[in-house]
């Protein structure tokens, strides 16, 4: 069973930086598993941010980027805000097996 | 205004069936591949099945593979997800997405297996 590791939680100042990553218990995360991220907030569904590594939505922030990172994908909030705190969710597609496979979810606490 | 309103989900003992809907609109419905997504209550996302923009492909999570069934009617803009030999583990809050790049969201519709 393929499993998607992310952060279980970070906490970032308001205006700080912060990196979020996304682990496959496959190997390394390459541009071929076109890594998407979700915003979520509570009682909310998700919000699309991210897709095939590092495209934005038209919708997207600018302080939202998109990356691969060491074998892995990654999600950087640059001069976070307040409104950013939420839990952010990746999602790998296995194209071998045809399906695709959400990461375990980081909360970002904007302190 | 491009929109995906879900229906369907109600209480259902183990081992029932329950089709879910999902009604689009404001976009070219039959361009698009589609998704079925869940969350159980307070745990994270899981993606449970996609379907291509013609019904000719269908791909299933492991999970629900056998007992769901993805289709879609491209003349009504309707998603569906048949689900049969539910579990109380099915319980979720169910959403459909819209294509590769899950942009759009529908608010979804809960589920909840109990006896």
């Known amino acids: 069973q393929t499993v998607v590791t992310q952060e279980p939680s970070l906490t970032v100042s308001p205006g700080g930086t912060v990196t979020l990553t996304c682990a496959s218990s496959?190997?390394?995360?390459?541009?071929?598993?076109?890594p998407n991220w979700f915003q979520q907030k509570p009682g909310q569904a998700p919000r699309a941010l991210i897709y095939?590594?590092?495209n934005k939505h038209s919708w997207t922030p600018a302080r939202f980027s998109g990356s691969l990172l060491g074998g892995k994908a990654a999600l950087t909030l640059s001069g976070v805000q307040p409104e950013d705190e939420a839990e952010y969710y990746c999602?790998?597609?296995?194209?071998?097996?045809?399906?695709?496979?959400f990461g375990t979810g980081t909360k970002v606490t904007v302190l | 205004e491009v929109q995906l309103v879900e229906s369907g989900g109600v209480v259902v003992q183990p081992g029932g069936s329950l089709r879910l809907s999902c009604a689009a609109s404001?976009?070219?419905?039959?361009?698009?591949?589609m998704h079925w997504v869940r969350q159980a209550p307070g745990k994270g996302l899981e993606w449970v099945s996609l379907?291509?923009?013609?019904?000719?492909?269908?791909y299933y999570a492991d999970s629900v593979k056998g007992r769901f069934t993805i289709s879609r009617d491209n003349s009504k803009n309707s998603l569906y997800l048949q689900m049969n030999s539910l579990r109380t583990e099915d319980t979720a809050l169910y959403y459909c997405?819209?294509?590769?790049?899950?942009?759009?969201w529908g608010q979804g519709t809960m589920v909840t297996v109990s006896s």
């Open positions: 997405a819209k294509d590769m790049t899950f942009d759009i």
């Open positions: 404001g976009f070219t419905f039959d361009d698009y591949t």
């Open positions: 379907i291509s923009w013609d019904g000719g492909s269908t």
């Open positions: 496959t190997g390394a995360v390459t541009s071929g598993y076109y």
């Open positions: 095939s590594t590092s």
């Open positions: 999602l790998l597609y296995y194209g071998g097996a045809q399906h695709y496979v």
